[in-house]
Structures are given as structure tokens and as C-alpha cells.
Antibody, heavy 120, light 108 residues
Framework: EVQLVESGGGLVKPGGSLRLSCAASGFTFSSYSMNWVRQAPGKGLEWVSSISSSSSYIYYADSVKGRFTISRDNAKNSLYLQMNSLRAEDTAVYYC?????????????WGQGTLVTVSS | SYVLTQPPSVSVAPGKTARITCGGNNIGSKSVHWYQQKPGQAPVLVIYYDSDRPSGIPERFSGSNSGNTATLTISRVEAGDEADYYCQVWDSSSDHAVFGGGTQLTVL
């Protein structure tokens, strides 16, 4: 069974940093591209970042480029999102999502999300 | 940047057909994916590549895409279909994924 479990969320002050993790199981993690998608309270889905299976291709939304860094450790079956210079508008539930096999940005499995709150 | 436009809400009676649109400039040239999200839950992929259904998604869910509009159609709507629905594409000109604003489906 495919499982994606996010962790690392919490309350952080504006300008602070946080590192999110996503632990993957039930599939060959190293064969799949992965993504972060966020959802502000009461709002819609917003794509944040994507990384290919071997980390050769990495993309960011304009709203986070230069502040967030996506990475993965295939040996540990883990996906990460390093978030720096956090702003109030970064407050959201952050989902880790897997791409369907051989596809790009077809998100076939999602974690349950981790809440990041940026507030003083 | 590429923009996807969805109606904020759609209402339908049980047993009828719901159609949720997703508008975008020449969206027919892109592959559109649809997600269902129920309150407090993570999104679920219900249609990919315009009209394909993942395993486990009922045949009542279908999709189409042409011109400037993609459509998610839910036939014989049930109370359990009540949810938010999002369309999504990959915009290769900007290397960005884009989600529509979402449509809240209400079953009357």
C-alpha cells in the first residue's frame, strides 16, 4: 500500500525557517517524481515544487522560488522541503504527492498533509 | 502565467448530471487532470489526461477537453460526490503546474 506521511510542520515566526519531510513507503520511491502542493486555510490548491526521480529536474512556483528548496534522499525514501524566509502567506497545509508512474504532474497519491503556520 | 478558471460552485440534484468546467487559453492543447477533495481530506485523482479514470474511480466520472474548455462530468450524482473539484495542467511554457480555483459541488 502506497503511503506518504508528512512531518515537520508547526508554528514559526515570519522570517523563520522550517524543514518538511515526507516519508514514502509501499512503492519504489526512486522511480517516481514527487511534488509539494499547499492549501491555505479555506483556499484552493497551489502547486509549490516538483522534483524528478533522480533530482535532475526541479521546478518551483514563483511565489516560493529563492526561498524554498526541494530535495530527496532515495536511499531513505524521503522527500524534503526546506522553507526559509517564511511569510504569513506561506501559512497552509503542505501535501506531499507522488506522480503516477512514468507521468509528470499527474498526482496519483497524496499524503494527509502537515500544517505550517507563520505568525508572530 | 497560465490561468485556469472554474465556477466557484455547482449544484445538482441526486441522480442528475453535474458538469464542472475549467477554462484556459487553448486548454485543448494541454492534458487536464481533475481532483476531488472532501472536507478535511487530501485530494484524490479522479480523471487524468482529459478523460482517463484511475482504477477505483466509478464510471460515472468522465472528462473531455477541447478548445478553451475542459469539462468534468459526473453522471447519476450521489450525495457522496459532494466535494471540491480542481482541474490542473502542466504549463510547459513556464514549467509550472497550475490548479484551477476549485468548484464546490453541492448535491441538493
Amino acid at each position: 500500500e502506497v503511503q506518504l506521511v508528512e512531518s515537520g510542520g508547526g508554528l514559526v515566526k515570519p522570517g523563520g525557517s522550517l524543514r518538511l519531510s515526507c516519508a514514502a513507503s509501499g512503492f519504489t520511491f526512486s522511480s517516481y517524481s514527487m511534488n509539494w502542493v499547499r492549501q491555505a486555510p479555506g483556499k484552493g490548491l497551489e502547486w509549490v515544487s516538483s522534483i524528478s526521480s533522480s533530482s535532475s529536474y526541479i521546478y518551483y512556483a514563483d511565489s516560493v522560488k529563492g526561498r524554498f528548496t526541494i530535495s530527496r534522499d532515495n536511499a531513505k525514501n524521503s522527500l524534503y522541503l526546506q522553507m526559509n524566509s517564511l511569510r504569513a502567506e506561506d501559512t497552509a497545509v503542505y501535501y506531499c504527492a507522488r506522480d503516477a508512474e512514468g507521468q509528470w504532474l499527474v498526482l496519483d497519491y497524496w499524503g494527509q498533509g502537515t500544517l505550517v503556520t507563520v505568525s508572530s | 502565467s497560465y490561468v485556469l478558471t472554474q465556477p466557484p460552485s455547482v449544484s445538482v440534484a441526486p441522480g442528475k448530471t453535474a458538469r464542472i468546467t475549467c477554462g484556459g487559453n487553448n486548454i485543448g492543447s494541454k492534458s487536464v487532470h481533475w481532483y476531488q477533495q472532501k472536507p478535511g481530506q487530501a485530494p484524490v485523482l479522479v480523471i487524468y489526461y482529459d478523460s482517463d479514470r484511475p482504477s477505483g474511480i466509478p464510471e460515472r466520472f468522465s472528462g473531455s477537453n477541447s478548445g478553451n474548455t475542459a469539462t468534468l462530468t459526473i453522471s447519476r450524482v450521489e450525495a457522496g460526490d459532494e466535494a471540491d473539484y480542481y482541474c490542473q495542467v502542466w504549463d510547459s511554457s513556464s514549467d509550472h503546474a497550475v490548479f484551477g480555483g476549485g468548484t464546490q459541488l453541492t448535491v441538493l
